[in-house]
């Protein structure tokens, strides 16, 4: 059967030239700091986000954990959007392990957070309260459909942080996928934030890693952070060569998940039962909502057609483009959620 698998953009598979790259890497203990391909990556992802270092870590979860256990003390506060990855997905890792609270502030429809609620939910000299130290801010907004964040917000907050005294941690998960989409450099979007999260296994289909990126100071406590929550890797520099083919040829490319995104919104926007804006989407991810018909229901309908999608909510479904998916794959899913709903509805 057809498999079009829209779960995620993680679901992508290392490019032939990854795995090139990787059969034939030179390695040495990166504990050590004496592995000269993860020293080669740090060094690339350090130059593209415009900061001083940068370190390769396992995953974007670790990336943010560790970010913020370095920026952070115990009952010290974050201000984190509503529906951030960092408050909603990663198991509240940094209160489970680093007792940091998160106090969260809305997320309007384009990933922003509205300054004056930024700046409202930063805690004043008082004994009770904790006390506020970092604004996260997540850019391409995973649940706000992908939506970027242009390079004025992100300046505004930088500058509310500067004023009160606060950091910025930037979860770019998919921060090329905003550069692509907005026609910036990815170090614009990135000018503005102390630590910064990119990842390599999303869009741009690196088998595994991210990389944060900060000041060397930050950098040098973010490494005994990744250490001390076991992410001290020995001969990584076999999976950051396949990151370093992911920064060198696999984000100009992005824009093509774009489009096809665009192509799925514009195919189903029209379909009964199916409520979605296609001028929402604005990089590779799709979400939508069902009116009269269950997610759970619609997504396992599409899934038995080979369509792989997930339920976001019990009426809210997402689609994310990739590397593997092409225009035609995307006409193909059409006609298979058309006729789904139809059956259905
Ligand atoms: N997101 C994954 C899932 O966890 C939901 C996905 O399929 O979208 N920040 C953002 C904005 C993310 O979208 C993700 C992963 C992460 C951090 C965490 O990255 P990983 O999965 O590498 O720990």
């Known amino acids: 059967m057809r498999i079009v698998d829209l779960r995620s953009d993680t679901v992508t598979r290392p490019t032939p030239a990854m795995y090139k790259a990787m059969s034939t890497a030179e390695v040495g203990d990166d504990v050590f700091g004496e592995d000269p391909t993860v020293n080669r990556l740090q060094e690339m992802a350090a130059e593209m986000t415009g900061k001083e270092a940068a370190l390769f870590v396992a995953s974007g979860t670790m990336g943010n954990l560790v970010s913020q256990l370095s920026q ?3 009952g010290d506060e974050i201000i984190v959007g509503d529906k951030s990855h960092i408050f909603l997905l990663e198991q509240g890792g940094s209160a489970a392990l680093g007792g940091i609270h998160a106090r969260t502030v809305p997320n309007m429809p384009d990933g922003t957070m509205p300054l004056a609620e930024i700046e409202a939910a930063i805690r004043t000299d008082n004994i009770h309260f904790p006390i506020t130290r970092l604004i996260a801010i997540e850019n391409t907004h995973n649940r706000c459909c992908g939506s970027p964040l242009p390079v004025a917000y992100m300046k505004q907050v930088g500058d509310l942080a500067r004023r009160t005294g606060l950091k910025v941690h930037l979860d770019g998960a998919r921060l090329f996928n905003a550069a692509v989409a907005l026609g910036v450099r990815a170090r614009e979007l990135a000018a503005d934030a102390d630590s910064v999260n990119i990842c390599l296994s999303k869009g741009l289909a690196a088998p595994v890693g991210s990389l944060v990126c900060g000041s060397l100071e930050f950098i040098a406590r973010a490494k005994r952070a990744r250490k001390v929550v076991g992410g001290g890797m020995r001969q990584a520099g076999v999976l950051a060569a396949a990151g370093i083919v992911a920064l060198t040829e696999m984000i100009d490319r992005l824009a093509d998940d774009h489009a096809n995104a665009k192509r799925l919104a514009e195919g189903i926007a029209e379909v009964k ?28 309908r599409v899934g038995e057609a080979g369509v792989r999608v997930l339920a976001t909510g019990p009426r809210q479904i997402r689609a994310v483009t990739n590397y593997h998916i092409t225009a ?9 959620f058309r006729k789904a709903m139809a059956d259905l509805m």
């Open 273 to 300: 039962g199916i409520s979605l804006k296609p001028e929402t989407v604005k990089t590779d991810i799709v979400i939508f909502d069902l009116v009269g018909i269950d997610a759970p229901t619609l997504t396992a």
């Open 72 to 74: 952070c003390g115990r």
């Open 328 to 336: 035609d794959d995307i006409d193909h899913a059409i006609r298979i």
